[in-house]
């Protein structure tokens, strides 16, 4: 059964994550220079692939003791909040703004997409953290669900113009609330870890 609640609090802490990300650079630049759709179609199936390993890896977490479960979530996730406060802000990206020809092929671009986000995203916040939601919640398809909306989400904004919701909402900000989430995840797995 669906965990909504799983659902919602994951899609809202890994869209506040990923949008000062990368990845929502990298689709702006990629959308610049081919058509977007197609940017979207290979971006989508890389973080398909992306959440299964990162759900996978939190599901193998959920076999250690309660207790220590509890403890290792919570070092996670004050390892993410630690990544998030300290990480030096990534460069601008922007590229020269330059569309290539309309003859671009579907599998081409889609394929350079999917290659681009695949890469950029492996070892990065959200795959942190999808891997401890599912070690918290005990839930990999809410888990999942909530993932691989946020980061289509992300995604999608990022293709239709995220620097301009970048300059509504400080990157800072973003960034702060974000690890701010986090230390609050990680509390509560201590002091279940403390009480249970």
Known sequence: MIDFTAVAVVFGLIVIAE???KTTLAGLMLSTRFRPS???AGAATAFVLHVALSVGAGSLLTLLPD????????ALFLTG????LFRKEDGDGDGDGHRQPAGQSFWKVAGTSFGIILVAEFGDMSQIMMANFTAHYQDPLSVALGSVAALW???ALGIMGGRALLRVVPLHLLTRVA????????SLNIYQALTG
Not at 81 to 84: D, E, P
Not at 179 to 186: K, R
């Open 19 to 21: 949008l000062p990300d």
């Open 38 to 40: 197609y940017v979207f």
């Open 67 to 74: 207790r220590l479960l509890r403890v290792v979530v919570a």
């Open 81 to 84: 909040a630690a990544l998030l």
């Open 153 to 155: 989400t992300v995604a």
């Open 179 to 186: 690890a701010g989430a986090m230390l609050m995840m990680a």
